[in-house]
């Protein structure tokens, strides 16, 4: 079965820091994997996702990740943080060949402190 | 906005009653999820439809069920409501690729359920 574990429930950084996010998976085959930004009272947007092809993945807002195999990794990232980051993210993960579903973490709310 | 619309956006509801959910998925797209978050499950997939027809199960309870219509748009009837039934219930929708495999799905603003 897939999983997904964010680890860090909340992330606190100051404006114009760097923003990481950590979001580790677990799959017994090649896996799509999605990072979605839930702000307050407002439903889930795609910030970026990555399907095999390049391992690098740049999103919306200043956001990229990386997809690493090895280290069964997808962690979130942007060089400087901004105010209207603060949100809830959430990693994601589904199968290529199975279910369609998608399997989430738990969450990591971030705070940008002025 | 993602094009997928839910409603109602808020309802409450008593213990013992029956609700029905509706989405209207973005233009074009067959696929739908039903998810449900809530604080202590965080986000959960309930169904999937795929062109009317039901594609994919998970951690729906027998007092849930859902449908997709021919115009596409789908319903998530939830019945005999406990207080644990109380969350966000969001609805996805995805375009399907030459592949023939779904692609990105899609969030609603979600509706907001609460069972007094």
New interface residues.
Partial sequence: AQSVTQLGSHVSVSEGALVLLRCNYSSSVPPYL?W?VQYPN?????LL?YTSAATLVKGINGFEAEFKKSETSFHLTKPSAHMSDAAEY?C?VSD?GG?????????TKLTVNP | D?G?TQTPKHLITATGQRVTLRCSPRSGDL?V?W?QQSLDQ????LI?YYNGEE??K?NILERFSAQQFPDLHSELNLSSLELGDSALY?C?S?PRRASG??D???????TRLTVL
């Fill in positions: 999605f979605y407002q439903g889930l947007q795609l996702k959430f994601a290529q279910s369609e579903k998608l399997v989430f973490g738990k969450g | 993602s997928v696929s999820y998810y965080g986000l959960q997939f999937q594609r994919a998970g969001f996805a995805s495999r779904s990105t799905q899609y969030f609603g603003p979600g």
